[in-house]
């Protein structure tokens, strides 16, 4: 839960026009699904912002998640698979990941990994089918700034 900081995704079609500042929230609901908050900031510096909604189908696989940002008649529709792929020891850094390989992020717990840090998980996430050449860094300046 809480906030975290993409560093960098392969970006899905609602992230395209997103080129800075990207954060994603999570926070408990009280039903146990979780709420995700989406933000962005576009090529005009304004925020974009996405809320939907998280759960975990099968509770004996709590690392593949389903979310979804499509709401009708209160209806979570059209929910992907986000699984949780690298995590670390201390809940610093997060690898959501996706089975098609379609589809990636490096979350941080700090709007910057370090460079070590940032190596291993590229080199454990093209052991697992990954290319990283696929993904792009996310400017976080602003919250390094701020």
Same mark, same amino acid.
């Given at each position: 839960?809480?906030?975290?900081? /993409?560093?960098?995704?392969?970006?899905?079609? +609602?992230? =395209?026009?997103?080129?800075?500042?990207?954060?994603?929230?999570?926070?408990?609901? @009280? *039903?146990?699904?979780?709420?995700?908050? *989406?933000?962005? +900031? *576009?090529?005009?510096?304004?925020?974009?912002?996405?809320?939907?909604?998280?759960?975990?189908? *099968?509770?004996?696989?709590?690392?593949?998640?389903?979310?979804? +940002?499509?709401? +009708?008649?209160?209806?979570?529709?059209?929910?992907? /698979?986000?699984?949780?792929?690298?995590?670390?020891?201390?809940?610093?850094?997060?690898?959501?990941?996706?089975?098609? !390989?379609?589809?990636?992020?490096?979350?941080?717990?700090?709007? /910057?990994?370090?460079? @070590?840090?940032?190596?291993?998980?590229?080199?454990?996430?093209?052991?697992?089918? !990954?290319?990283?050449?696929?993904?792009?860094?996310?400017?976080?300046? =602003?919250?390094?700034?701020?």
């Amino acid at each position: 839960m809480g906030l975290w900081y /993409a560093i960098a995704s392969i970006p899905t079609t +609602f992230e =395209r026009q997103c080129v800075e500042g990207t954060t994603a929230e999570y926070a408990l609901l @009280e *039903n146990g699904r979780i709420e995700v908050t *989406n933000t962005c +900031f *576009n090529v005009d510096g304004e925020p974009d912002r996405a809320v939907g909604r998280a759960w975990v189908p *099968n509770p004996a696989e709590p690392t593949k998640l389903k979310v979804s +940002f499509v709401r +009708f008649l209160g209806f979570w529709l059209f929910p992907g /698979a986000y699984w949780i792929i690298d995590l670390d020891s201390d809940y610093q850094y997060a690898v959501v990941g996706h089975p098609s !390989y379609r589809y990636g992020w490096i979350l941080s717990r700090t709007p /910057a990994l370090s460079q @070590e840090t940032l190596d291993g998980i590229i080199e454990r996430l093209e052991a697992q089918g !990954y290319d990283f050449e696929d993904f792009r860094m996310i400017d976080q300046s =602003r919250h390094l700034d701020g």
